[in-house]
């Protein structure tokens, strides 16, 4: 199968820090076809030979000695094209035009690494010069959409010319290893499938904690915040793989259908709940990494009356048979003590110990599953200490199911995404239905905060939020795992 790939934005961000390296890695181990062409489209003024070099010295800082390989890359060089176009004005789109028809029978994929803004706008150009085809592809980078209003018009400017089955919704979580081994562990292990629900489960906890700041990006994360950055997407995405039902197989709709029941039964958040089940809050100045950091207001381009979140916890609860009664803990911040992701199955105590109480060691099972930084899944068991001791003593033991250290490279998540949409398989994608569905429920809690005016609370740059999300769970007799 022939194919083009076309980066649109290829001079922003995203593209020379992830698109570019993933394609590079995709052609090192053999997964790219011999003749494939990488477009680069984007309005800054450069030839070819010069945006290669611009991506020779961002591979220099992103990629390790032991990825680079001075002859793969020449090879790389030899894939791109460059073209030098700006994505508002129709006319420039004659370029590109004329490169893709010299192969008009090739697969095209779209990738618009853009703002959702310019999403309808490049779809429309490419349809002015014919150049969507049967087998062409389109991929939306998140956030679609500021709203659910919002993500309407984005989502219909998009389907005037392409068709659902071609569009992939891109959200990086999915493609992660530990994110993706959620499934293997539930469904093909007999061990947790029987005790996967409220009967067993006491509790999930989920956590994407980030140590850093903005890193100049204020602007953009002042109009979007925690709540539309991280939760109504990564946290939701990662939500639904938890919990949901079993999917039939794993193509795309069946996956995607199980995810959607699980949107649609998220309890809404609103009223007297609001202050109950959520914590908004916004970093202060304070010491991370052992430096003294700005707040949020005080950061380059801030804004001393924005009311951003830059902190939520929320707790969550499923309204359906598995799920009723076991609630469901969000966490995610900027500066926060450390960098890390991960998942917690708190399972309930047994009924009724037999052990004594004085000076042992007690504690729930927990499967935790960390996606960031060591990859891995671990479960804690209770188990006798060791020796002669006075009367039967527990103590907490951790089963190490992490990977070997010597195992081979794991690929990076958007290595993962653009080989399956090179193979048009949707099944690590977003459908339009359950980005709907989650903007339906993220937005009750936007709009409730705006309606009854709840404010983001302090908290200092180097901690773990406000005391607020702590009071959060504690409000339920538990707390969150450290």
């Given at each position: 199968?022939?194919?083009?790939?076309?980066?649109?934005?290829?001079?922003?961000?995203?593209?020379?820090?992830?698109?570019?390296?993933?394609?590079?890695?995709?052609?090192?181990?053999?997964?790219?076809?011999?003749?494939?062409?990488?477009?680069?489209?984007?309005?800054?003024?450069?030839?070819?030979?010069?945006?290669?070099?611009?991506?020779?010295?961002?591979?220099?800082?992103?990629?390790?000695?032991?990825?680079?390989?001075?002859?793969?890359?020449?090879?790389?060089?030899?894939?791109l094209?460059?073209?030098n176009?700006?994505?508002?004005?129709?006319?420039?789109?004659?370029?590109?035009?004329?490169?893709?028809?010299?192969?008009?029978?090739r697969?095209?994929?779209?990738?618009?690494?853009?703002?959702p803004?310019?999403?309808?706008?490049?779809?429309?150009?490419?349809?002015?010069?014919?150049?969507?085809?049967?087998?062409?592809?389109?991929?939306?980078?998140?956030?679609?959409?500021?709203?659910?209003?919002?993500?309407?018009?984005?989502?219909?400017?998009?389907?005037?010319?392409?068709?659902?089955s071609?569009?992939?919704?891109?959200?990086?979580?999915?493609?992660?290893?530990?994110?993706?081994?959620?499934?293997?562990?539930?469904?093909?292990?007999?061990?947790?499938?029987?005790?996967?629900?409220?009967?067993?489960?006491?509790?999930?906890?989920?956590?994407?904690?980030?140590?850093?700041?903005?890193?100049?990006?204020?602007?953009?994360?002042?109009?979007?915040?925690?709540?539309?950055?991280?939760?109504?997407?990564?946290?939701?995405?990662?939500?639904?793989?938890?919990?949901?039902?079993?999917?039939y197989?794993?193509?795309?709709?069946?996956?995607?259908?199980?995810?959607?029941?699980?949107?649609?039964?998220?309890?809404?958040?609103?009223?007297?709940?609001?202050?109950?089940?959520?914590?908004?809050?916004?970093?202060?100045?304070?010491?991370?990494?052992?430096?003294?950091?700005?707040?949020?207001?005080?950061?380059?381009?801030?804004?001393?009356n924005?009311?951003?979140?830059?902190?939520?916890?929320?707790?969550?609860?499923?309204?359906n048979w598995?799920?009723?009664?076991?609630?469901?803990?969000?966490?995610?911040?900027?500066?926060?003590?450390?960098?890390?992701?991960?998942?917690?199955?708190?399972?309930?105590?047994?009924?009724?110990?037999?052990?004594?109480?004085?000076?042992?060691?007690?504690?729930?099972?927990?499967?935790?599953?960390?996606?960031?930084?060591?990859?891995?899944?671990?479960?804690?068991?209770?188990?006798?200490?060791?020796?002669?001791?006075?009367?039967?003593?527990?103590?907490?033991?951790?089963?190490?199911?992490?990977?070997?250290?010597?195992?081979?490279?794991?690929?990076?998540?958007?290595?993962?995404?653009?080989?399956?949409?090179?193979k048009?398989?949707?099944?690590?994608?977003?459908?339009?239905?359950?980005?709907?569905?989650?903007?339906?429920?993220?937005?009750?809690?936007?709009?409730?905060?705006?309606?009854?005016?709840?404010?983001?609370?302090?908290?200092?740059?180097?901690?773990?939020?406000?005391?607020?999300a702590?009071?959060?769970?504690?409000?339920?007799?538990?707390?969150?795992?450290?």
């Amino acid at each position: 199968m022939a194919y083009d790939v076309i980066i649109f934005g290829a001079h922003g961000d995203l593209a020379l820090r992830k698109l570019m390296p993933a394609l590079y890695h995709l052609l090192q181990h053999g997964h790219l076809d011999d003749d494939v062409r990488i477009i680069a489209v984007a309005r800054d003024k450069l030839n070819t030979l010069e945006y290669c070099e611009v991506i020779s010295q961002r591979f220099q800082k992103y990629l390790s000695d032991d990825d680079f390989d001075d002859n793969i890359f020449n090879l790389f060089k030899e894939k791109l094209h460059y073209l030098n176009i700006n994505l508002t004005v129709a006319d420039d789109y004659k370029s590109l035009s004329t490169l893709l028809n010299i192969y008009p029978d090739r697969d095209r994929i779209n990738y618009l690494s853009t703002a959702p803004s310019l999403f309808g706008t490049i779809c429309k150009n490419l349809n002015t010069y014919n150049l969507i085809t049967k087998n062409s592809r389109v991929v939306l980078e998140k956030p679609i959409g500021h709203s659910l209003e919002t993500s309407l018009v984005i989502n219909n400017e998009v389907a005037i010319y392409f068709k659902e089955s071609s569009i992939f919704r891109i959200d990086h979580y999915l493609g992660k290893d530990t994110v993706q081994n959620i499934l293997a562990l539930r469904f093909s292990n007999m061990l947790f499938t029987p005790i996967w629900n409220a009967q067993y489960i006491d509790n999930i906890q989920i956590t994407v904690a980030e140590s850093v700041g903005l890193e100049g990006r204020w602007s953009y994360y002042n109009d979007y915040g925690a709540m539309r950055d991280m939760v109504q997407n990564h946290l939701l995405q990662v939500l639904c793989l938890v919990t949901m039902e079993p999917p039939y197989s794993l193509d795309g709709d069946s996956l995607r259908d199980e995810k959607l029941k699980v949107l649609r039964s998220l309890r809404p958040i609103e009223g007297e709940d609001l202050s109950l089940r959520t914590v908004r809050g916004q970093y202060t100045s304070g010491v991370s990494g052992q430096e003294a950091v700005a707040g949020f207001l005080e950061e380059d381009g801030g804004n001393v009356n924005s009311e951003t979140e830059t902190f939520v916890a929320i707790r969550a609860d499923i309204d359906n048979w598995r799920w009723k009664g076991v609630p469901i803990y969000l966490r995610t911040g900027k500066r926060m003590s450390k960098k890390y992701s991960e998942i917690v199955i708190d399972f309930k105590d047994v009924p009724h110990s037999i052990f004594p109480r004085g000076g042992a060691c007690i504690d729930s099972n927990k499967l935790v599953i960390r996606l960031h930084p060591d990859e891995g899944i671990s479960l804690f068991i209770m188990n006798k200490v060791p020796g002669l001791n006075e009367g039967m003593r527990l103590q907490k033991v951790e089963l190490d199911l992490t990977i070997a250290e010597d195992a081979p490279r794991s690929p990076d998540a958007y290595e993962h995404l653009l080989l399956d949409v090179i193979k048009n398989n949707l099944t690590l994608f977003m459908r339009r239905d359950e980005v709907e569905a989650a903007w339906t429920w993220a937005d009750k809690i936007l709009d409730g905060w705006n309606e009854k005016g709840i404010k983001a609370k302090p908290y200092k740059a180097g901690t773990d939020g406000p005391a607020a999300a702590f009071a959060l769970i504690e409000r339920d007799g538990r707390s969150w795992y450290e």
